[in-house]
């Protein structure tokens, strides 16, 4: 069966890569196209002989790794280096269509012509007076309309956007357009381009010319600019920008003043209730332990998601459990003010994550020999002492990495925040959308997401320098744990 069934799997593989490597030649991916083509000749070599069996394992991992891992990594820091965002999606050539497009007007004294829109191969064009013209065939006398297929009424509506958008060319006069799909008419862009200086003109008003500025966009003399612009590479302007700009500079610092104090104070009041919890429950002969243990560990089972959205409920303002129950109808608002919204943000994710290390701590309490603690009992040691000077050492000896590895997963904890909060209060102060309890992770969702004009390239510049201090504190975190456990 088995000898069946993998040529059977490898050559629907194959099926769906072929169709791929024709979509992306015909798009003329050809990075992608190479890519694809490695990766479907590495399965096939790998899984159709009998040897290289680790292989046959190790290779869905390292292909999701590159999928997932590696390709983004390297996008992220390909993107923070250009001024990719609203405006600057395309090329160049998308930005000129686009701009010419946007300044057409009908032709004065055009006639209007009736139309059948018409398909093939997936390609819409129009079918006026026998001719057949596309977006990528003019409207030529003697156009051949074989192959073409009229569209029905139900096709045409449910393509209403593709067909009001698309602009058949005709040499020397212009291109024809449609707005209902039963006729069309002749409209010129009132700008020209000049592919060989790389302006743009308008001669119908005063000559004014637009320029390349060499960032990505056409600019007049007078500083007005063309939109949209095109996608180009911007060196470290993305970084300047958040450590100069004072409308960023501000803003961010603030932001990464308050990540710092959410993930230390997380993780230090996680550690510390944790901690107790795991010591009073250690007593030996306390009753009722291990239902103890199973309520204390009860919020870790819950999804965290979930838990920060069933907190919002519980802290509504109005309608809340904690206000009108607890509160006695009271009108707090943990989630408008700025200070109780963090004060708030942070209670949630102790309360979500304790549970956490309170397994921890209550695993390394029971790795710590019985003979030490007694050892010191008999030295004259009271219980104080006996935490301070000999558990509490080898406990941090053995949960250093964990907390470092914590504190980085604090630090860019977007659940917590987006779910509460989302990241509210609004600082109606701040030039640009943050809130009082935005996090660094949940201010680059807002730079490439959330906002009205999303800078991708800015939000991955963002990304880059959040990796760099997780990277630096981490790298202390673990040269500090080494050294509690070499001594």
């Keep these: ?43 096939n070599v790998i899984y159709l002989g009998k040897r290289r069996v ?92 074989d192959g073409w297929r009229p569209l029905t009424y139900a096709e045409v509506v449910a393509q209403q956007a593709e067909i009001t958008a ?35 003109t308008d001669p119908a008003g005063i000559g004014t010319v637009y320029r390349d500025d060499g960032r990505g966009r056409f600019v007049a003399p007078d500083g007005r600019a063309l939109s ?19 409308g960023i500079r501000g803003p961010f610092l603030g932001v990464l003043g308050w990540t710092f104090a959410f993930a230390g104070l997380s ?13 009073v429950l250690d007593r030996p002969g306390l009753r009722g332990h291990r239902a103890y243990r199973s309520l204390i560990v009860f919020p870790y089972a819950f999804p965290a998601f979930m838990a920060a959205i069933l907190w919002q409920g519980l802290l509504n303002p109005d309608h809340g459990f904690v206000n009108a129950v607890l509160l006695g109808g009271g009108h707090v608002p943990w989630l408008t003010d700025p200070w109780l919204a963090k004060l708030s943000v942070l209670a949630v994710n102790v309360w979500i994550g304790f549970p956490y290390m309170f397994l921890i701590c209550t695993g390394a309490l029971k790795a710590i020999p019985p003979a030490l603690t007694e050892a010191a009992q008999l030295d004259g040691a009271n219980p104080w002492r006996v935490l301070r000077h ?38 109606a102060s701040s030039p640009v959308d943050i809130g009082s309890t935005d996090l660094l992770i949940s201010l680059v969702y807002k730079l490439a997401f959330g906002g009205s004009a999303r800078n991708y390239g800015l939000a991955c510049a963002v990304s880059i320098l959040i990796f760099a201090v997780i990277a630096a504190i981490s790298l202390a975190g673990f040269r500090r744990a080494r050294r509690l456990e070499e001594s």
């Excluded at 010419?100 to 398909?119: C, K, N």
């Excluded at 191969?121 to 051949?144: K, N, Q, W």
């Excluded at 212009?174 to 381009?193: P, Q």
């Design 166 to 200: 698309l602009r058949v060319p005709v040499p020397g006069q212009g291109s024809l357009r449609t707005s209902d799909a039963v006729t069309v008419a002749t409209y010129r862009s009132t700008l020209r381009y000049d592919e060989r200086a790389g302006t743009v």
């Design 1 to 43: 069966m088995n000898r069946y069934v993998k040529p059977l799997v490898l050559g629907v593989v194959d099926a769906f890569a072929v169709y791929g490597l024709v979509a992306l030649a015909s798009q003329r991916s050809w990075w992608a196209f190479a890519a694809m083509l490695a990766g479907t000749l590495a399965i």
């Design 390 to 427: 000999v558990k509490l050492p080898m406990l941090l000896a053995a949960t250093a990495p964990v907390l470092v590895a914590t504190f980085a997963f604090t630090f860019n904890n977007f659940n917590v925040i987006y779910m509460l909060t989302g990241g509210g209060p609004r600082d």
């Design 228 to 246: 949209p612009g095109w996608k180009v590479f911007v060196g470290l302007e993305n970084f300047r920008t958040v450590l100069t700009d004072p």
């Design 54 to 145: 680790p292989a046959k394992y190790l290779a869905p991992g390292v292909v999701l790794l590159l999928l997932y891992q590696v390709y983004v990594v390297l996008y992220t820091g390909y993107a923070a280096f250009t001024n990719y965002g609203d405006g600057h999606n395309g090329t160049k050539q998308d930005a000129v269509a686009a701009i010419l497009a946007a300044s057409e007007v009908r032709v004065p004294g055009s006639p209007v012509q009736p139309v059948r829109i018409v398909e093939r191969g997936g390609e819409l064009g129009f079918l006026v007076s026998g001719r057949v013209g596309s977006a990528t065939r003019p409207l030529i006398p003697g156009a051949d309309p």
């Design 267 to 279: 993780v230090g009041l996680m550690f510390a209730l944790g901690l107790g919890l795991a010591l």
